[in-house]
């Protein structure tokens, strides 16, 4: 079932992207007086289609599988154009006409990702203070003089108020320089300043995720544990736990946090553990042995079973929040957060190319596919924020200069202006070439991470 919630998730958020892409190509098009011969969403069987009664007759098409489309417009290089509707074609256009068209599918994927986000914010986003808790040994966050319950409230002046803004900040600000400065609210009241010198903490250089590489660990009050979900055939399931247990000790040591009991269990695999749990008002005891597994490199005693965690209402005042944002703040802060993180992508894309970030930091449709299905069972919020973050990706990787992609078409075009003529066809044949290439080893990459996470 969660396959399947995955899948359909997955195209639905690909549908809509690549609409929304295609439509800025295909709207500009039309306000500029170019015809458009087909507007397609998908490749392959066309399992819905359209004509226009309009003059230019436009076909609308939705093809079988969703994971592409283009617009198709009237071009003399793509067929005999009649002379009467030769001013109408793509390619007698003036290159700033072009040069729009081309741009506009981009744009289109940044403003829907300025939109969504606006729209998230207006609807209120359940958010979660960022209080410091468990500090890692040895790690650059013990040298910096943390304090347990120390709340952090700006990064570098960057103002942090919920934990989904530490993460940001502290990924944006470390490519900016490694030496951080990180502004904190003692739980004493004071403020104080602490300084997170990550020189050498290289966040990047593997898979994996980076704020925890500081060694920082969110606070969290005590809370129940909760069995969440049991995978078939591992030891949990074997030894008779069943989702909705509550955890109450283990080997005798009471459980006070999912992650007390996670660490208990990855410390003692092959070795016979006693858990005691509360199921419909009744205690039992179970006993189960925890499987020797290795997870990214490491190994670690796994049990197969998700957890939740159960706060009082009191935990649940002092640690969560709701961020809710009038319309114009929320469309300020839209622009922004858009502007950040298409930045941020940016510099990150920088970083793999020099080496200093590693290529498992690539993710590909079979990892976006997993995190839509978790989005989609989250809520409406969630997915929406998925499909912003996805549709800017996608908007700062259809305009890098590699052909085949928009902004290699931009690229030649400038180069056109340049140089007052277009650029031959023979260059554009060898770009494509490259292009796809480029592109196909990408994709190669990014689907191999994505198997590699699967299996682990």
């Known amino acids: 079932m969660t396959v399947l919630i995955s899948v359909l998730s997955f195209v639905v958020a690909i549908a809509i992207l690549v609409g929304i892409h295609e439509f800025g190509h295909f709207w500009v098009a039309r306000k500029l007086g170019i015809k458009v011969i087909r507007f397609a969403i998908g490749f392959g069987k066309p399992i819905w289609t359209y004509k226009s009664k309009d003059k230019d007759h436009t076909e609308y098409v939705l093809a079988a599988i969703p994971l592409g489309g283009y617009v198709k417009m009237l071009d003399e290089r793509e067929g005999e154009v009649k002379e009467e509707e030769k001013h109408r074609a793509f390619n007698t256009q003036p290159v700033w006409k072009r040069f729009l068209v081309v741009l506009a599918g981009p744009m289109f994927n940044f403003f829907f990702a300025i939109v969504a986000f606006a729209t998230i914010q207006m609807m209120g986003i359940n958010s979660v203070y960022p209080y410091v808790g468990d500090i890692k040994p040895g790690s650059a966050a013990e040298q910096s003089g943390f304090e347990t319950k120390d709340r952090i409230v700006a990064i570098n002046d960057v103002k942090t108020p919920s934990t989904r803004q530490v993460g940001l900040a502290v990924l944006n600000e470390y490519l900016k320089n490694p030496k951080l400065t990180i502004h904190v609210v003692t739980q004493s009241g004071q403020k104080a300043d602490r300084t997170l010198d990550l020189s050498n903490t290289p966040l990047l250089a593997d898979e994996g995720d980076y704020f925890a590489k500081t060694g920082i660990q969110y606070w969290q009050p005590p809370h129940e544990t909760i069995i969440n979900s049991v995978l078939p055939q591992k030891a949990a399931q074997q030894a008779g736990v069943q989702a909705g247990d509550k955890v109450l000790s283990v080997d005798g040591k009471p459980v006070t946090s999912t992650k007390f009991f996670s660490d208990y269990i990855n410390s003692h695999a092959g070795k016979t553990v006693q858990l005691l749990v509360e199921r419909k008002g009744s205690k039992l005891t179970l006993n189960l042995t925890p499987k020797l597994t290795e997870m990214n490199g490491k190994t670690r005693g796994m049990i197969g079973v998700s957890l939740a965690r159960k706060f009082s209402d009191d935990d649940i005042k002092d640690l969560f929040f709701v961020r809710k944002a009038s319309f114009f703040e929320a469309l300020k802060n839209g622009v922004v957060e858009?502007?950040?993180?298409?930045?941020?992508?940016?510099?990150?894309?920088?970083?793999?190319?020099?080496?200093?970030?590693?290529?498992?930091?690539?993710?590909?449709?079979?990892?976006?596919?997993?995190?839509?299905?978790?989005?989609?069972?989250?809520?409406?919020?969630?997915?929406?924020?998925?499909?912003?973050?996805?549709?800017?990706?996608?908007?700062?990787?259809?305009?890098?200069?590699?052909?085949?992609?928009?902004?290699?078409?931009?690229?030649?075009?400038?180069?056109?202006?340049?140089?007052?003529?277009?650029?031959?066809e023979r260059v554009e044949a060898i770009g494509m070439r490259i292009g796809m290439s480029l592109v196909g080893v990408l994709m190669v990459v990014a689907i191999y991470n994505d198997i590699g996470r699967l299996v682990n």
């Not at 940016?346 to 190319?353: D, T, W």
């Not at 997993?370 to 924020?385: D, E, H, R, T, W």
């Open 338 to 424: 858009t502007w950040d993180m298409s930045v941020l992508t940016l510099k990150v894309m920088g970083r793999l190319i020099t080496g200093e970030a590693s290529l498992k930091n690539i993710s590909g449709p079979i990892t976006i596919a997993n995190i839509a299905g978790k989005s989609a069972l989250v809520g409406f919020s969630a997915f929406l924020s998925l499909l912003a973050v996805v549709s800017l990706s996608l908007g700062v990787l259809n305009l890098l200069p590699i052909p085949m992609l928009d902004g290699g078409h931009l690229m030649y075009y400038i180069i056109e202006l340049v140089k007052g003529s277009p650029v031959s």
